[in-house]
Every structure is written in C-alpha cells, then in structure tokens.
C-alpha cells in the first residue's frame, strides 16, 4: 500500500467539526461493542473489531483526528453478489399512485432534450450511453462491487454499522474522463409525498436546473430516485474523511439526461477524470447526504436505545456552519425507545412499505394481502407477546403497524376481508385488547422514560399518535355502517396513564 499516502490537512478542524466527528465515533463505537456483546465473533473478526475501537476511540477524543499508525491490510476484498439486492431498470409503481405522482409523470413525459441532454447524446461517449440506457447497465462493465477492509483509510469501513458488508464501487477496467460510468436506478418517487425518503440514505433528488430548463411548473414536486434497493451505482461512495485523514478525491460526478426517444429521465454517473481499474469511484454527496446519514448513525446507537423521529431535519441557514448532535435531535418530534422496541417496529412498518412498492397488482389484491399476510398475524404475535408477558416484543409490534397504519390507510376502505365480517371485526378487538394491555403497564416495564430522554417520558407521544390514528381509523371503519347487521368494528384504545378507564365508542 506504499502508493497511498497519509496526509495530513492543513486547515486546522473547527471545534464544532471536531464535536462532530467525536459524536459519530461514540455512536458507532457503542455500536460497534453491542455488536460483539450480541454475536459470537470470530477470531479474526475479533482482530479487526480491536482495530476500529482504537480508531473511533482515537476520533471520540476530539483531542485530534490524525490517524495513529496502524497495521495497514487490503483496502477492499472480493465480496458475494448474493449480499445485496439489485434492480437495474427504473421503477414507478408508486410514483403511478398519487395525483402528485402521475402529474410528475406526465411532465417528465412532455419533456424535451435540451443542449445539454444533446451534448451527451452526440458526444464521443454517446454510444456508450445509450448502451447502458437499453441494457440498464447489467452487466455493467465499469464497476465491481467489494468490501471496504481497512478502516484506517476508507470511513467507508470506519462506519459502516456491526454486522453489515462495507460495500463500495470499485472500476473493473480502465475508466477514461468523460465516460458514462453506471445510471443510478432504483425507484422513481416524489419529494416530500413519500414517508420512507427522510429514512433512505440512497434518495438523489432531480436538481432545480433540470426541472427549470424542462418547463416544469413550480408547484410541481421534484422527482427523486430512491436507489435502496437499486442497481450498482448506489455503492458510489462519499469523498467524506475526517480532517487529517487520507483524503479522497471525487473522480466521478452525477448528471441528468433526458432520453427524448425513451420519454425518460435518467441519473448518470461520469467520469471526471480517468480511473484506473481497482481504483475505488468516489462523489461528492453534498451536505444534504450527511444531514440524514448523520442523523442515522447518531440516533441508532444511543447506548440500547434507538431514535425514532418524526420531524425532516431542519436546514442551516445560508453562512452559518450546522452542528448535529444528539441534543439537537432530540429537540425534534421523536420516540427514544429500547432498542429491541424500535428495531422490530421500524422493521414492520419497512416490511409493509416495501410490500406497497413492489405490489404489481390492484389495490384491492395490496390491501388483502396487508391484512392476511401482516396485520392478522402480527396482531396475533402481540397477543402472543402479551400473554407471555414479553412486553418489549408486544410494543414493538403494534408499534409497527402503527408507523404504517397512521400514514397509509387506504386498505381500511378497499378490500376484500370485510367480507369475511366475524374475521374483520375480531382484528380490530384483538388490536385494541393488545394495545390496551401493553399501555396497562407502568413506563418504566415498556421502556417509555429512558434516561437522557424527555422528562416527562414518551408515553404521551405514543398516546397522542395512537388517539390519531384511532380516531381516523374509526371514521373510516364507521362507513361500514353495521355490515351484515352485526355491529361496527372500532379501535379502543386508553389515551391515559394506567390504569386505564373503559371506553366505548
């Protein structure tokens, strides 16, 4: 490795960035030691754990951020594709389901080429391009995907949660500047209309530039790619290091280009400068990346708590230098659970989010096969829970489903199980039996005032968020109006501190 060579910055790190980089490194330090407490490592993942702590102790200091010398290993090592999901064509389901989403659609369709999308088009590259465009770069003859190993070099490594594969695009061949290295697919949504973008670190958001020179309205929302479960592209890792620390240049750089022949948009990486094969291929993110993958790693390892928030982050004004810190944070809408609470019910709510993107059927099939196949035997666990006095695994559960119930709420009026009315109406009471005997419990059993949190707990803000949706949700389950004579199903739940009195709807 003698061809890469430490160095150091010359600007001194400011004491914020410095705070900064310490939170990081304590959030992953912490864990990375919950990690090992949690899993039989093996020998030489043991080895390797002993060389991140030194570095994210050495970082958590915030004393300085040169690295200290450390026995250097391979930068990346060969890595299986079965370790990660991959979808090379761009996909719209959900883009297809709001009037937000079909309006952008539209547009984007009315499009036309503009010089720039020309210049692409006619350039020495041009056929190279349209080759990735047809065959959605798979297989991609530019990038091999592999495993950031030293971490004394790479964040990538430094970083990357316990337990996950440090995934980084590497040139699999000689890259000449100018080339159109790989499109960034994934799936098509719309900006602000989307619960799950403010929790992806893979959403690239389509630039002001581009929309303007298309005619776009202004009340239009911008389109954006989410690429969490998208091609090889997405592994194109941050220029991000700490200051002191080997610097990494940016050798490729994102641009749009509108394919009038196709209708279609489409996000490219190219290259800025030649990259010679085995080099890794770096961007640069901007500050908008790391105003949510901060906020990721600081809030997902707080001791053996877990940060659920409710509030987008708030940009810094224009001049001044942001900070994020856990107090920051915690100064916005949020749940601070157990980590085993918050886990399972980020878990669920992904699970049923995930099953509405990729639904290729109607919405009718969508809506049964969220009730059959996750609400009724997810209620079912939580009653499983609760009967075995499994508390953490009871509210984490109904948590779930509350984080997706409380946004999405079509599948109350459009389906088919009503059909089966005793079934349907036993959900709802076995749900609201469940919640009612979770909430029963003191806050100190559910985990709802853990220390460093708010003072007064968070059971007022799990109640405030079960009252609303209950009351939503009873709205629309009143429209059945007494199906089959046998009564109108309804969410009961207490909105008080335990004991909770009976109530009736």
Same mark, same amino acid.
């Given at each position: 490795m003698s061809d890469r060579t430490r160095k150091k910055s010359k600007l001194a790190p400011s004491?914020?960035?410095?705070?900064?980089?310490?939170?990081?490194?304590?959030?992953?330090?912490?864990?990375? $030691?919950?990690?090992?407490?949690?899993?039989?490592?093996?020998?030489?993942?043991?080895?390797?754990?002993? !060389?991140?702590?030194?570095?994210?102790?050495?970082? $958590? *200091?915030?004393? *300085?951020?040169?690295?200290?010398?450390? =026995? !250097?290993?391979?930068? +990346?090592?060969?890595?299986?594709?079965?370790?990660? $999901?991959?979808?090379?064509?761009?996909?719209?389901?959900?883009?297809?389901?709001?009037?937000?989403?079909?309006?952008?659609?539209?547009?984007?369709? /009315?499009?036309?080429?503009?010089?720039? @999308?020309? /210049?692409?088009?006619?350039?020495? #590259?041009?056929?190279?391009?349209?080759?990735?465009?047809?065959?959605?770069?798979s297989p991609n003859p530019n990038i091999r995907v592999m495993r950031a190993a030293d971490p004394s070099?790479?964040?990538?490594?430094?970083?990357?949660?316990?337990?996950? =594969?440090?995934?980084?695009?590497?040139?699999? !061949?000689?890259? &000449? /500047?100018?080339?159109?290295?790989?499109?960034?697919?994934?799936? %098509?949504?719309?900006?602000?209309?989307d619960s799950?973008?403010? *929790? *992806?670190?893979?959403?690239?958001?389509?630039?002001?530039? #581009?929309?303007? &020179?298309?005619?776009y309205p202004d009340d239009l929302p911008a389109p954006c790619m989410d690429a969490y479960r998208g091609g090889l592209a997405r592994f194109v890792n941050d220029k991000w290091t700490p200051l002191g620390w080997p610097t990494r240049t940016p050798n490729v750089y994102m641009d749009t280009v509108?394919?009038?022949?196709?209708?279609?948009?489409?996000?490219? #990486? +190219?290259?800025?400068?030649?990259?010679?094969?085995?080099?890794? %291929?770096?961007?640069?993110?901007? =500050?908008?990346?790391?105003?949510? &993958?901060?906020?990721?790693?600081?809030?997902?390892?707080?001791? @053996?708590?877990?940060?659920?928030? +409710?509030?987008?982050?708030?940009? &810094?004004?224009?001049?001044e230098e942001e900070e994020r810190t856990l107090a920051s944070l915690l100064k916005l809408e949020h749940l601070l659970?157990?980590?085993?609470?918050a886990k399972l019910a980020t878990e669920i709510a992904e699970s049923m989010r995930g099953m509405c993107a990729e639904w290729d059927e109607d919405e009718t099939a969508l809506s049964d096969a969220l009730v059959v196949k996750i609400l009724r035997p997810k209620v079912a666990e939580a009653a499983q829970a609760v009967a075995?006095?499994?508390? =953490?695994?009871?509210?984490?559960?109904?948590?779930?489903?509350?984080l997706f119930c409380s946004i999405e709420d079509g599948w109350l009026l459009d389906n088919r199980c009503h059909q089966e009315w005793p079934s349907w109406c036993a959900l709802f009471e076995h749900l609201?039996?469940?919640?009612?005997?979770?909430?029963?419990?003191?806050?100190?059993?559910?985990?709802?005032?853990?220390?460093?949190?708010?003072?007064?707990?968070?059971?007022p803000k799990l109640v405030a968020l079960l009252r609303g949706w209950q009351e939503e949700a009873n709205e629309a389950l009143a429209g059945y109006d007494g199906l089959l004579n046998e009564g109108v199903p309804c969410i009961q739940v207490p909105t008080t501190a335990p004991p909770p009195p009976p109530l009736s709807f």
């Open positions: 004491r914020a960035e410095l705070k900064l980089t310490a939170e990081i490194a304590s959030a992953a330090r912490r864990a990375h $030691e919950l990690h090992a407490k949690q899993t039989k490592l093996r020998k030489e993942a043991k080895a390797g754990g002993q !060389q991140l702590d030194a570095l994210l102790a050495h970082l $958590e *200091s915030g004393v *300085s951020t040169s690295p200290p010398p450390m =026995p !250097q290993r391979a930068e +990346f090592l060969p890595t299986e594709e079965c370790t990660y $999901e991959r979808n090379d064509e761009v996909c719209l389901k959900r883009l297809k389901r709001s009037p937000h989403g079909l309006a952008v659609l539209k547009a984007l369709r /009315a499009c036309s080429e503009v010089d720039s @999308d020309q /210049a692409h088009w006619g350039g020495p #590259f041009g056929a190279e391009l349209r080759a990735l465009v047809d065959g959605r770069g070099v790479n964040p990538v490594a430094l970083l990357t949660p316990p337990g996950e =594969p440090a995934l980084a695009a590497v040139a699999a !061949q000689h890259i &000449a /500047a100018g080339t159109p290295v790989a499109l960034y697919t994934g799936e %098509l949504v719309v900006d602000g209309e799950e973008l403010p *929790s *992806s670190t893979y959403v690239y958001k389509v630039t002001r530039d #581009f929309l303007q &020179a298309r005619g509108y394919d009038g022949t196709r209708r279609e948009v489409h996000l490219c #990486f +190219f290259a800025s400068a030649p990259i010679a094969k085995g080099r890794e %291929l770096i961007v640069d993110y901007g =500050p908008e990346y790391w105003a949510t &993958a901060l906020r990721l790693l600081l809030a997902a390892h707080v001791k @053996d708590l877990d940060l659920i928030l +409710f509030d987008d982050l708030p940009e &810094a004004a224009e001049g659970l157990p980590l085993t609470v075995a006095a499994r508390w =953490p695994v009871a509210l984490g559960t109904l948590l779930g489903l509350l609201s039996d469940a919640w009612r005997a979770v909430l029963a419990k003191d806050d100190r059993t559910l985990g709802l005032r853990p220390k460093g949190g708010r003072p007064e707990g968070y059971r």
